[in-house]
């Protein structure tokens, strides 16, 4: 199990953290910033965003797999932002990540069994007979056979070799994995099983997980709280209940009403927020908020002033306008308005 | 066109089969597949990767030829015409006129070496012998109706100046120029962000109303079908195992395969409280194949010998088809409920 940690310190915290690339010509891509949050030990957030949201480099940066410009992450007692490479070598036991795409992140050349192995013989002092022993467990863990450590990763299917990325990040009983969108190169049915087993690993472990997705259904599933990003910055956090069912945000409002409902009757006649228009560039983010350009609620104000994370009834905070201005919500759910007056651009609901 | 296709349906698809030669031999991707779609109706075509959905809309317009693939034996109608067996040059002219397409990735399906206008109005000025200036204006006018904004100045604009989103936007305003009667669109959203993807299929809906067009849709989602399908057709393992109007399918799918799809959805499971139900193990590879039900391995309610030895036949049920010899005994959900579920993910391939 986990080294020792006061149970009430944050296992992961995450302090204003910006990330910074150098595109050219002096240009500067703010893909995260001022992002802070943190995780539990045994607890699982969701980071829930579309495509150049920030939330993959949120999620590199905090593992130091992409280079924090500024702002401080830390591991129980230890920060990592301050450490140097070479002493981020025993940390990468601490702390694991599981991509995307299980076609690429297995080595094609090595059997099962020595991708397992592996991590145990570089971070531990096991013998022989011992990593053999901790690869079979890992590999009941996943749920696959033992028999399959003589086997190369293109005998499997995505599933399966998902299932092997994720016994590989467990294997040193690490304090945090990152899940890099883990289940969405998967089909449905496949999805649902590495979904399933992740729940089953949250319950006996106490690892703590970043669990990194565009699908804010998936998220609900497997994370107890869930942070949503837009351009970079978080717009809402908060139990995943609650974000889920009264979003106190119109992004996260639109996010979860652009999920389809799988019942042909109530998904064609459901209110609705189709956002309008494109995710603006992160070269030139827009003034203010910066869902304003594509929110149905935009105000004045929304242009002229950043909004303040505000205390959302029901836990956590909305990075939002409409909490102090216009119909001053107070902290209230956002799904109200999609009835009432305070549209500003025509909604599209059917 | 002849006198028939006052009649006819749009598209009458009849047990098409697409083989494909592989070093294990030669392997069925399409296996007597068939279906017919009404003019104005969006028929679905849903089923996971390898279930044979893509290529059943490749082979259709002869797209499969060039990817070593070879239709063996069906045909399918085009507005009572014969498209199997016609020369590639008559496809041409069918294709990008009569039949649009739209794909997943719609950068590899323009050209990055010409304006968006350009090979809108390339298209235009081909299939309906429009002149420079027509096809341009066409062009632009069809990039407006997408809801490019400014369409005339961004006509001028090349591919890569656009946003996937705004992409996908140009590919249907291409797919549309020359008012086609029929639109295949093979996982058109499935590469968008959900934002844009609730747009974009509103879109669809809209021009295909407007355009009285047939709508041949393949995606793996549920939800998407759900949203925007008339009729669906489920396919697994090459075959169609369930064929339905969109509201009979939800309200009570009748393969065990359609409703494991639907219960392993995430929205399911929060729609009804209930935990994520997965369907175990994996599709079949098409070299090998099950006998018997092709999807008695992960079927809870599979039977030895019933559903395991002879194959079995699509056969009509209510309203729609169903591949399942159990389907009627199913219904019945003390029955369905007292057969443990397979144990997961030991599954080998």
Not at chain 1, 274 to 289: N, W, Y
Not at chain 2, 81 to 92: C, D, Q, T, W
Not at chain 2, 190 to 212: F, G, N, P, S
Request: neutral net charge; proline residues 7%.
């Amino acid at each position: 199990m986990t080294t020792t940690s006061e149970s009430r310190v944050p296992k992961l915290r995450v302090e204003d953290l910006e990330v910074t690339f150098d595109v050219g010509r002096g240009r500067k891509l703010h893909a995260v910033d001022g992002v802070s949050f943190h995780v539990d030990e045994g607890e699982t957030l969701g980071l829930v965003g579309e495509s150049g949201s920030g939330k993959s480099t949120t999620g590199m940066a905090v593992l130091r797999l992409a280079e924090p410009t500024s702002g401080r992450v830390y591991l129980g007692d230890t920060e990592v932002t301050g450490l140097r490479s070479r002493q981020l070598r025993p940390l990468r036991k601490r702390m694991q990540i599981v991509f995307q795409d299980p076609y690429s992140s297995l080595d094609p050349s090595m059997t099962i069994g020595q991708q397992l192995d592996e991590p145990l013989k570089v971070h531990t002092s096991l013998s022989k007979a011992e990593r053999r022993a901790r690869v079979d467990e890992a590999l009941d863990t996943v749920k696959l056979s033992r028999r399959y450590t003589s086997r190369y990763p293109n005998e499997f299917s995505g599933g399966q070799r998902q299932r092997i990325a994720i016994a590989r990040a467990m294997i040193l009983d690490p304090e945090l994995v990152v899940c890099d969108e883990p289940v969405s190169a998967l089909d449905v049915s496949t999805q649902s099983q590495i979904v399933n087993l992740l729940l089953g690993i949250q319950e006996q472990s106490r690892t703590s997980f970043l669990f990194i997705a565009h699908d804010l259904a998936v998220v609900r599933l497997v994370s107890a709280r869930t942070a949503v990003m837009y351009l970079g910055q978080l717009v809402e956090t908060g139990p995943s209940a609650r974000v889920y069912d009264a979003p106190a945000h119109p992004y996260t409002a639109a996010l979860n009403s652009a999920i389809p409902i799988p019942d042909p009757d109530r998904q064609r006649t459901r209110d609705r927020i189709v956002l309008g228009g494109d995710q603006p560039s992160p070269l030139t983010p827009p003034s203010g908020c910066r869902f304003r350009t594509r929110c149905p609620f935009a105000m004045e104000v929304c242009a002229e002033e950043a909004p303040p994370q505000y205390p959302i009834d029901g836990g956590g905070y909305a990075a939002c306008h409409l909490h102090t201005h216009g119909p001053q919500l107070r902290g209230a759910s956002v799904l109200p308005l999609i009835h009432g007056d305070h549209l500003t651009t025509p909604l599209v609901s059917r | 066109m002849t006198t028939a296709s006052k009649q006819a349906p749009l598209l009458q698809v009849e047990d098409l089969t697409v083989q494909f030669p592989t070093p294990d031999g030669l392997i069925t991707v399409v296996d007597r597949v068939s279906f017919t779609l009404d003019a104005n109706r969006v028929l679905c075509i849903v089923g996971e990767s390898g279930s044979g959905k893509s290529v059943t809309a490749l082979s259709l317009v002869g797209l499969v030829q060039s990817r070593g693939g070879r239709i063996s034996a069906g045909s399918v109608r085009f507005a009572g015409e014969e498209l199997v067996g016609r020369a590639e040059k008559s496809l041409n002219t069918v294709r990008g006129r009569d039949i649009g397409f739209i794909f997943q990735e719609p950068m590899s399906s323009l050209n990055p070496a010409f304006t968006v206008g350009d090979q809108i109005a390339e298209v235009v000025r081909r299939h309906r012998k429009a002149s420079r200036r027509h096809a341009w204006a066409r062009a632009v006018e069809m990039l407006d109706r997408v809801g490019i904004a400014s369409a005339a100045q961004r006509a001028k604009d090349y591919p890569h100046h656009f946003s996937g989103g705004m992409r996908q936007r140009v590919m249907i305003a291409l797919a549309l120029a020359c008012d086609p009667k029929l639109l295949i669109a093979d996982e058109p959203t499935t590469a968008l962000d959900v934002t844009i993807q609730a747009r974009t299929l509103e879109l669809l809906k809209t021009l295909q109303r407007e355009q009285d067009m047939g709508v041949l849709f393949i995606t793996h989602d549920l939800g998407v079908v759900a949203d925007i399908a008339d009729d669906v057709v489920v396919m697994y393992a090459s075959q169609v195992v369930e064929q339905a109007p969109v509201r009979e399918l939800f309200r009570r799918p009748q393969h065990p395969y359609t409703a494991g799809l639907l219960a392993a959805m995430p929205q399911s499971a929060l729609e009804n409280n209930t935990p994520l139900v997965g369907i175990p193990g994996v599709v079949p590879q098409p070299h090998r194949l099950p006998s018997g039900c092709r999807f008695h391995p992960r079927c809870a309610h599979a039977q030895p010998g019933r559903c395991t030895t002879d194959p079995i036949q699509l056969r009509l049920l209510d309203r729609g088809l169903v591949r399942c010899v159990r389907a009627e005994e199913l219904r019945d959900p003390s029955a369905a409920q007292a057969e443990p579920a397979p144990i997961e993910g030991v599954t080998a391939q």
